[in-house]
T-cell receptor, first 111, second 116 residues
Framework: LAKTTQPISMDSYEGQEVNITCSHN???????ITWYQQFPSQGPRFIIQ???TKVTNEVASLFIPADRKSSTLSLPRVSLSDTAVYYC????????????FGQGTELSVKP | DVKVTQSSRYLVKRTGEKVFLECVQD?????MFWYRQDPGLGLRLIYF???????EKGDIPEGYSVSREKKERFSLILESASTNQTSMYLC???????????????FGNGTRLTVT
């Protein structure tokens, strides 16, 4: 199974760029990599998804090396409102349909 | 925009009661999931369903069952609630057949269940 490993927590300051790396050594050929953001008392919400190389949208970038065994979520110029838990999720097809989350990274942005 | 609706935001039940948590999605998604979330443990998969009347166990199915009689509705059932089932329960859905998901999960806002 494509288990994911992320740092448990990270601290940053407003205006800085934050990079959160997720390792997924057993990623399967069909698997996409998806990142979610979760605020307290809410369900996780989609941030970005990619398969290889680099993907960018209006809120984040996702960097995936050629071997796809890891991925890095990049949040440019974070603000206090980016304080949340971030999850990377890999898989589906190769896990019998299961979608298993890792423990997530708790990002704290300070003024 | 996809909407996943969980019937209750907060629920308080007594030990031994049978509890139903309901989830409805409006985008004709084939796949639906139930997770529970506890501090320090992240999201843990209880059950999922990839089609009507189909169900598969996740990592922590003990003490739970599910029902999917219609495509849009996925119910989580606690047959006899216990205090260790006090938790946040999250429902999610995604399109895709055969366990192949190339689209993001859509989550409800959760049901915080307290069992006393």
């Amino acid at each position: 199974l494509a288990k994911t490993t992320q740092p448990i927590s990270m601290d940053s300051y407003e205006g800085q760029e934050v990079n959160i790396t997720c390792s997924h050594n057993n990623i399967a050929t069909n698997d996409y990599i998806t990142w979610y953001q979760q605020f307290p008392s809410q369900g996780p919400r989609f941030i970005i998804q990619g398969y290889k190389t680099k993907v960018t949208n209006e809120v984040a970038s996702l960097f995936i090396p050629a071997d796809r065994k890891s991925s890095t979520l990049s949040l440019p110029r974070v603000s206090l409102s980016d304080t949340a838990v971030y999850y990377c999720l890999v898989g589906g097809y190769n896990q019998g349909g299961k979608l298993i989350f890792g423990q997530g990274t708790e990002l704290s942005v300070k003024p | 925009d996809v909407k996943v609706t969980q019937s209750s935001r907060y629920l308080v039940k007594r030990t031994g009661e049978k509890v139903f948590l309901e989830c409805v999605q409006d985008m004709d998604h084939e796949n639906m999931f139930w997770y529970r979330q506890d501090p320090g443990l992240g999201l843990r998969l209880i059950y999922f369903s990839y089609d009507v009347k189909m169900k598969e166990k996740g990592d922590i199915p003990e003490g739970y069952s599910v029902s999917r009689e219609k495509k849009e509705r996925f119910s989580l059932i606690l047959e006899s609630a216990s205090t260790n089932q006090t938790s946040m329960y999250l429902c999610a859905s995604v399109t895709g057949r055969g366990g192949s998901y190339n689209s993001p999960l859509h989550f409800g806002n959760g049901t915080r269940l307290t069992v006393t």
